[in-house]
């Protein structure tokens, strides 16, 4: 009898893990790690559970809890490539690149032809700097599967990030073929209701389609007045708080929210000759030097009447204003990217500067506690909803002189309008890639200087740099 009760426990416990395993699947973390959690009380050994419970608990954010799972699957299963491929993903995601290529090699050594090993360490080698390094494991990955959709975009990204564009983009469009990397982000993706356009101009109206982040979408839109003079009319579907900045931007396009379009009656009617992505828009108009020279700004242009409403505001007689912001939200790579307004404490003591707050987000605490501390006041108006009144926020911007800012939405919308921005880079990897390390000059937005960090964390470097400029900018500025 006890045997039987044994049995049934045990299938109970396969059921959990298969159940984990499918909630992962549908980006149900939480339940998935709940799921294995019981799984585990009754199969404590069992390599399967501890391996979905660190994929889950990755996905959650809890990094060094997953390495924890995945070190449990090595002590029960070592043989097993997959298990030390985990092991490498986690400790990437931990900054650790060199543990994460001993377990690579260990992986990539039981299993010379796993290809998610190759173009993992691929990744690795770039987000490391080593971009050559990088490339070699990405094209090994594509020679044993040419249609590694993963060693596609990330070699996308190591040649962008090298401007080497008219090789770049064509991997880059593999990003659509890989479920991470179709980040939908704050807009939902419209269905086929057209043949993929060729980028050369059509008889009626094409779609664009939105993808990625808010930020991404402000960027791409920097091509679209290529787009505007080889298919006028056409339609570009954005994240629904862009639409009026974008519309009063470009006259002889028409801009929508996703939300907006039937793709059922846009097909019946052939509403389109043909679609793409936002993020596509670089392979036709961003390939060559001739591209790049057709690049300017600003292409977006705040409301006047807004902004000349909100100087009367923050204008004082004879005094800078610049804007300023500071933190992210992203979720990967936010904390990074951030910073304190007491770090920015060397920019906000220079005398005869008023500073406008450009953070989305509640900043009361930190405003607060800066001016309790050191007597800096940080002007904020709650009549500016800087988080979904994107059209005002841009006037606000335009409002300032100068702005400085980490790399986040605000950076994006301080430079497509052509206002002066410093934008404070962190060390990092395939993120940012559109930032150029090796650059403090944007081949995408003229009107931008880049800060960047000299190793991860160091912004000391970086703020005393912004000091200086905003202080030669108001020199200039004042004579």
């Known amino acids: 009898m006890q045997v039987v009760i044994q049995g049934k426990k045990a299938e109970h416990a396969s059921k959990l893990i298969q159940q984990g395993l499918q909630l992962i699947l549908q980006g149900r973390y939480q339940e998935a790690l709940t799921s294995e959690d019981e799984a585990l009380k009754i199969l404590p050994m069992n390599a399967n559970a501890h391996s979905y419970r660190g994929s889950a608990l990755l996905q959650l954010g809890r990094i060094s809890e997953a390495l924890a799972s995945y070190d449990q699957v090595i002590k029960l299963a070592p043989l097993a490539a997959v298990a030390h491929y985990n092991r490498a993903n986690a400790l990437q995601r931990m900054r650790r690149y060199e543990d994460a290529l001993l377990s690579l090699e260990k992986s990539l050594k039981l299993d010379p032809s796993y290809t998610d090993a190759l173009s993992l360490t691929g990744s690795v080698f770039y987000a490391m700097g080593n971009i050559g390094s990088a490339i070699q494991y990405f094209d090994a990955a594509l020679k044993i599967n040419p249609n590694a959709a993963d060693a596609h975009y990330n070699k996308s990204l190591a040649l962008l990030s090298e401007g080497k564009f008219s090789t770049a983009w064509e991997h880059y469009e593999w990003r659509l073929r890989w479920d991470m990397t179709v980040r939908v982000g704050q807009s939902r993706s419209i269905g086929r209701v057209a043949p993929d356009w060729d980028g050369r101009p059509q008889n009626k109206p094409i779609i664009v389609i939105p993808e990625q982040g808010l930020g991404d979408q402000i960027f791409y839109g920097g091509m679209l007045a290529d787009l505007e003079s080889v298919v006028p009319g056409s339609t570009v579907c954005l994240e629904p708080r862009l639409v009026p900045l974008f519309q009063r931007s470009f006259k002889n396009l028409n801009f929508s929210s996703p939300y907006e379009i039937n793709a059922d009656q846009c097909l019946k009617d052939l509403t389109f000759s043909a679609q793409t992505h936002i993020g596509s828009l670089g392979k036709f108009f961003r390939a060559n030097t001739s591209g790049f020279a057709r690049v300017r700004t600003p292409y977006l242009r705040a409301d006047p009447a807004k902004v000349n409403q909100l100087q009367r505001h923050i204008r004082k ?8 912001s500071w933190l992210s939200k992203n979720k990967n790579i936010g904390s990074d990217k951030s910073i304190s307004l007491e770090t920015l404490l060397p920019l906000l003591s220079i005398d005869n500067i008023d500073f406008v707050d450009l953070q989305y987000g509640d900043t009361t605490d930190e405003r607060r506690q800066l001016a309790r501390t050191h007597g800096i006041h940080v002007q904020h108006l709650s009549e500016v909803d800087n988080s979904n009144d994107i059209d ?50 944007s081949i995408w937005y003229p009107n931008s200087v880049l800060l960047h960090q000299s190793k991860a964390g160091a912004w000391a470097d970086v703020i005393s740099s912004v000091r200086t400029a905003v202080t030669e900018f108001k020199r200039v500025y004042q004579q």
Do not use: E, F, Q
Request: with cysteine; glycine share 6%; charged share 10%.
């Open 317 to 324: 007689p004879n005094r800078i204003v610049c804007g300023i």
């Open 392 to 441: 005002t926020l841009a006037a606000l911007i335009s409002a300032c002189d100068i702005v400085v800012t980490i790399s986040n939405v605000t950076a994006h919308i301080a430079s497509a309008i052509g206002k002066p921005t410093l934008v404070m880079l962190p060390n990092l990897g395939t993120p940012l890639w559109y930032w150029h390390k090796s650059h403090t000059d």
